[in-house]
């Protein structure tokens, strides 16, 4: 039997496609940047991360123009499809790795873990919280959650390539700190854990582990206008870091 299209849908699914190529076209552009010059393997992960992250979203709108549900009906489906997608994204690093640096892409895929969880627990609480039943708020809120993985996925990449390029030089001593980017995906998982856990120094431990390195000292980069939310990292994180401006 036909199923007459839901045109509001569409339109909205269209916008955030639209803006995930947006999104997509100028990250592209700063990954080839000479001022930033990324490794090989920085580059790869991003744009397969893109390919994998686009086809989920297209997994979420036939799933949603097929079911005409809302998200709690599909939550199971979309969690364990995430999961996949993020998977993918792993056995083809972990099988490539003539192409594949594993200082840069371990350390990826350890932070990308932290995200996903993450993700995990936003869709829990939006469900739990039943903040919706409209299937047009639930894909807008699906898709800014997905946009703003995505674009804290390049600083985060920008973060570890620069990290392995600079690890012999980074010190006190040398007056390099490491340098970690506050974005809006960061502020989404303070706020979501009430500023009890805080994103960056999760980072900061991960990054800590994989290079046997304490820093002591780090760089912020703002990627974020949310003034309260930065009040907060430098709060959290001053208790065991010394914070200086941004020199990157």
């Not at 998977?87 to 003539?98: K, L």
């Amino acid at each position: 039997m036909y199923r007459k299209n839901n045109i509001n849908f569409r339109i909205l699914s269209s916008d955030v496609l639209q803006r995930f190529k947006k999104r997509q076209f100028l990250v592209f552009n700063e990954l080839y940047s000479k001022k930033y010059d990324f490794l090989e393997t920085s580059k790869e992960i991003l744009l397969l991360q893109y390919d994998q992250i686009f086809n989920f979203i297209l997994y979420v709108e036939t799933l949603f123009l097929r079911s005409y549900t809302n998200i709690s009906k599909n939550i199971e489906a979309i969690k364990i499809q995430f999961e996949k997608t993020s998977q993918n994204t792993i056995n083809c690093i972990r099988s490539n790795t003539d192409t594949f640096l594993p200082e840069i892409a371990e350390t990826w895929i350890a932070v990308n873990e932290l995200d996903v969880k993450f993700i995990e627990e936003m869709l829990n609480d939006y469900i739990k919280n039943k903040k919706s039943d409209s299937i047009l708020d639930n894909f807008d809120f699906l898709g800014k959650l997905i946009l703003e993985y995505m674009s804290n996925l390049l600083y985060t990449i920008h973060e570890i390539d620069y990290l392995v390029k600079n690890q012999d030089n980074i010190s006190i001593e040398n007056e390099i700190p490491p340098f970690l980017s506050f974005t809006n995906f960061a502020y989404m998982y303070d706020s979501f854990h009430e500023n009890k856990q805080n994103y960056i120094y999760e980072k900061i431990k991960l990054y800590e582990k994989r290079f046997s390195n304490n820093f002591v000292i780090v760089a912020l980069k703002i990627y974020s206008d949310n003034d309260k939310g930065y009040i907060g990292v430098v709060d959290f994180l001053s208790k065991n870091t010394i914070i200086v401006d941004e020199v990157i």
